[in-house]
């Protein structure tokens, strides 16, 4: 009688295990602990193609002689006389490709007044471009391929050809300015002269170039 009560005890206690065993998988299964654990999300932008653009922003203008104004012996003599440059030349190129562009003077005028005209080449030394970046204007990068023509471009008044003064390969975007503060105008030709300001109208012009015809130049 023992030896079945004992049996049937071992039995009872076998199946409880068991029972125990069966709801710890139950509960394993329904916490999700062999779902998925990963899921996939998208980082998205869109260009703004209206504000990509090629502009000539800023070119500068100049006078010679300071208060006092020029000396008529030394237009007579053909002299150089001194002057200063009054603001920057500025581009900003963001578009969309890498095609490059040109700067340059392509018609210039005599130096004239109500009734007379003189001839002059004008020269001037701007800086180096320095080449920011960015919509705010304030990230300031090394930009390759935005270069100016020559140290001091000369611009002959009057003149009907065209006088490059600055160029890029189109490699780097943003915006390129570079501040003219000197400049010399050295007289060539007069008629009689007269009394008042003469003026030359220059004529800047901001061209695209590709690819092909950048090293066809060279």
């Known amino acids: 009688m023992k030896k079945n009560k004992l049996a049937k005890m071992a039995a009872a206690v076998l199946m409880t295990g068991s029972i125990a065993a069966l709801g710890t998988s139950k509960v394993n ?15 998205t932008f869109t260009i703004d193609t209206s504000k990509a653009k ?15 104004g020029v000396d008529p012996a030394d ?11 009054s603001g920057k030349v500025q581009v900003t190129d963001t578009r969309l490709n890498a095609t490059g562009w040109n700067l340059a003077v392509s ?20 800086t180096s471009f320095s080449f920011m970046t960015g919509s705010d204007g304030k990230t300031k990068i090394d930009a ?20 490059e003064i600055a160029s890029s390969i189109g490699k780097d975007k943003g ?18 002269l007269a009394q008042g ?17 950048v090293r066809t130049s060279d």
Do not use: C, H, M, R
Not at 29 to 43: H, P, R, Y
Not at 75 to 85: E, F, N, P
Not at 175 to 192: D, E, I, R
């Open 144 to 163: 390759t391929g935005w270069t100016f023509s020559s140290n001091t471009p000369t611009l002959n008044l009057p003149s009907n050809s065209s006088a």
């Open 175 to 192: 915006t390129g300015s570079a501040t003219v503060s000197s400049a010399n105008l050295k007289f060539t030709k007069n008629n009689t």
């Open 29 to 43: 299964a329904e916490d999700g602990a062999s779902s998925a654990t990963q899921k996939s999300s998208t980082a």
């Open 197 to 213: 300001t003469y003026t030359s109208n220059l004529t800047w012009n901001l061209g695209t170039t590709t690819v092909e015809s």
């Open 54 to 68: 090629l502009t000539l922003d800023e070119v500068p203008s100049f006078v010679f002689g300071g208060k006092s």
């Open 75 to 85: 237009i007579y003599a053909k002299k150089s006389v001194s002057g200063t440059g």
């Open 107 to 126: 018609t210039t005028t005599a130096l004239t007044n109500s009734s007379s005209s003189i001839e002059g080449d004008l020269t001037f030394t701007p």
